[in-house]
């Protein structure tokens, strides 16, 4: 009987630290090669071993707004993460932030809305207003996670800006 229990144990082990692995693989193909196919190969995958596995979890997504990165903090959602959502395109009024890309008329495309959508998912969405590349922001928000959450169990690049 106490053979088993431990072979069980192990084989839980096994199965989360090949999710740990699964989960990098994921965000360096993501990072590194982001073709639309590559990304969707991704996310398929890491949707099938995240699947529940995200409950107490704290995931921070870069460009979570549109595109890659909010697809890839909506399905963080829906495994059950507190995702950070960090973006420029936001619907307050009293956040400074010098450039805001166009969107079409009819299209909630904030990291607010993609914080609303992972709540509706069963995560916990968090939108944070803020531009990357200004200097000392990416600290503020390391730091301030650090207080609030004491870690960081994934984070994901995925701003980007084009000239």
Not at 9 to 30: A, D, E, G, N, S
Not at 103 to 131: H, N
Request: with cysteine; glycine share 10%.
């Amino acid at each position: 009987m106490s053979m088993r229990i431990n072979n069980n144990r192990r084989r839980r082990m096994l199965q989360q630290q090949l999710r740990k692995v699964l989960m990098v693989v994921f965000v360096i193909m993501t990072l590194l090669l982001s073709t639309t196919t590559t990304t969707a190969l991704a996310l398929s995958m890491m949707a099938s071993t995240t699947t529940s596995s995200g409950k107490g979890r704290v995931a921070l997504v870069t460009g979570a707004s549109r595109g890659i990165g909010r697809g890839i903090a909506l399905e963080l959602g829906s495994a059950g993460y507190k995702v950070y959502c960090l973006g420029r395109s936001s619907n307050k009024k009293n956040v400074e932030i010098d450039f805001q890309r166009a969107v079409a008329d009819g299209l909630d495309l904030t990291i607010e809305s993609a914080a609303d959508e992972i709540t509706k998912r069963g995560g916990i969405g968090i939108a944070v207003p803020c531009d990357l590349q200004k200097d000392g922001v990416i600290e503020d928000i390391l730091s301030e996670l650090k207080e609030k959450e004491g870690k960081l169990d994934l984070l994901v690049c995925s701003a980007y800006t084009t000239p």
